[in-house]
């Protein structure tokens, strides 16, 4: 596997753990910063997500036109009793393209 030989894998986090076991010791950073990051991360994610959901509602309740296309297609395939699932999201149209 590319990257991973070292054990940290190859994203941010890798990052981060290549920091703070770096052989130069003025060059590390310490658990209390990597965590600090990990959490900054998680937040500024978590943030972002419900920002867009936020606006997602908005934009749906000015335009009800499509909040009710959105319901019809939702309940085209999940019906009225199933509860949707990230398996039937991924069957959900994509947007057409309007040019």
């Not at 937040?43 to 749906?60: H, I, K, M, R, Y």
């Not at 959105?70 to 991924?90: C, I, Q």
Request: glycine share 8%.
């Amino acid at each position: 596997m590319t990257g991973e030989a070292d054990g940290f894998g190859s994203d941010y986090l890798e990052i981060l753990l290549k920091a703070h076991h770096d052989a130069h010791e003025k060059q590390r950073i310490s658990v209390d910063d990597l965590v600090d990051e990990c959490k900054t991360f998680y937040f500024a994610g978590q943030e972002t997500t419900n920002s867009l959901l936020a606006w997602t509602v908005f934009l749906l309740a000015l335009h009800t036109y499509w909040q009710g296309e959105a319901r019809k297609e939702v309940l085209e395939l999940f019906g009225k009793d199933e509860t949707p699932n990230s398996d039937g999201l991924n069957k959900l149209k994509p947007e057409e393209d309007q040019s």
